[in-house]
């Protein structure tokens, strides 16, 4: 409320004063029709979908711990245990799972699959952190799934793709070259940021000829610059 009027100026405020004033009070709205109760999204869970979706993005994409979580939802006078809310949280990976397996055999149907490798920690063991690793592959319908192994191990690589025919997109991770050489209807192609390393080090033996490949790169990255952002504008300049 601006200071500088006189209340009486202000028309909403000025209404409800006078109909106080004379005792016509605000006449209350009608109350809301009852509606129906959704269907429990499981046994014993009285959380709609919407409660459950905001805490697993909370946890996973915003990185909000359960804990605070349930500190959040004791200061909004919910009372409801952290147990509760990790019971929800496994409940709702195991429905998801369906989806998740769905989406990976969509990904190994492309012609082109491209895979990357990251570490990442994983728990402490005898004091010390451990490592694991988080598998990415992303498939020609832009979907992209992240599997964790504990190792770097190419078994892992082998059972993820047992089925897939096409091309392999990778680094220069010797897993990934092995793999393709050892399975069939599998072409290996590595990314060009690897594939440059090697001419840049066999510049000092060849550097005319080295020359003549990085700028073929440099217009490639080029492009790449002018479609950053733009898919469509990308695919048709690679073209």
């Known amino acids: ?17 006078n109909r106080l004033r004379i005792g016509r009070y605000p006449e209350r709205p009608p109350p809301a029709p009852p509606q129906a109760v959704p269907d429990k999204v499981f046994d014993r869970c009285y959380a709609d979908v919407s409660f459950l979706a905001g805490l697993c993005v909370d946890k996973y994409a915003h990185h909000l711990p359960t804990y605070r979580q349930h500190q959040r939802l004791e200061d909004c006078g919910i009372g409801l245990g952290r ?3 990790t ?6 990976a195991e429905v998801l799972e369906l989806v998740w397996s769905a989406q990976n055999r969509s990904i190994l149907q492309s012609e082109v699959l491209s895979a990357d490798e990251t570490p990442t920690p994983a728990g402490r063991r005898n004091g010390k952190m451990k490592k694991g690793y988080y598998w990415a592959f992303h498939g020609d319908r832009n979907e992209v799934s992240f599997l964790y192994s504990p190792t770097r191990s190419r078994s892992f690589l082998e059972d993820f793709t047992e089925n897939f ?17 050892q399975t069939g209807g599998v072409l ?14 066999a510049e000092g033996q060849e550097p005319d000829k080295v020359a003549i490949i990085l700028r073929l790169f440099q217009k490639l990255y080029e492009i790449e610059e002018r ?13």
């Open 227 to 239: 479609a950053r952002g733009k898919p469509k504008k990308r695919k048709k300049l690679r073209e």
């Open 83 to 85: 147990k509760s809310l």
């Open 1 to 17: 409320m601006r200071r500088d009027r006189p209340i009486h100026k202000q028309p909403e405020l000025s209404q409800l004063l």
């Open 188 to 201: 290996w192609a590595g990314c060009w940021a690897h594939a440059r390393r090697k001419f840049i080090e």
């Open 165 to 181: 025919e096409g091309t392999l997109l990778s680094d220069g991770y010797a897993a990934y070259e092995k793999f393709a050489e």
């Open 87 to 92: 019971s929800y949280i496994h409940r709702v």
